[in-house]
Nanobody, 115 residues
């Protein structure tokens, strides 16, 4: 069982920045994809960004140009740099890893954007 642990969430003002980190207990370079999801109260969980083993990256339309996903295979970490934050970015953010037929989730970290 792969353990994923998120950190870096918190409170930010509109227009501010946060950097989320996801530390994996196993080697991630062989995983099919690593990514970030988020879930706001009363809403379904949605994919925010993912990066595949080959390096292909995809973003949710509403975060394009503001968020950047990256991975450090040597450290077994995945990051989400979030800039120009908006109140609608408020949600619990989850790290996700797809490893063949298995999907792994972190416990989530709260991001709140408010003045």
């Amino acid at each position: 069982q792969v353990q994923l642990v998120e950190s870096g969430g918190g409170l930010a003002q509109p227009g501010g920045s946060l950097r989320l980190s996801c530390a994996a207990s196993a080697v991630i370079f062989s995983m099919n994809a690593m990514g970030w999801y988020r879930q706001a109260p009363g809403q379904e969980r949605e994919s925010v960004a993912f990066i595949t083993r080959s390096g292909r990256i995809n973003y949710l339309d509403s975060v394009k140009g503001r968020f950047t996903i990256s991975r450090d295979n040597a450290q077994n970490k995945v990051y989400l740099e979030m800039n120009s934050l908006k109140p609608e970015d408020t949600a619990v953010y989850y790290c996700n890893g797809v490893d063949g037929p298995y999907t792994h989730w972190g416990q989530g970290t709260q991001v709140t954007v408010s003045s």
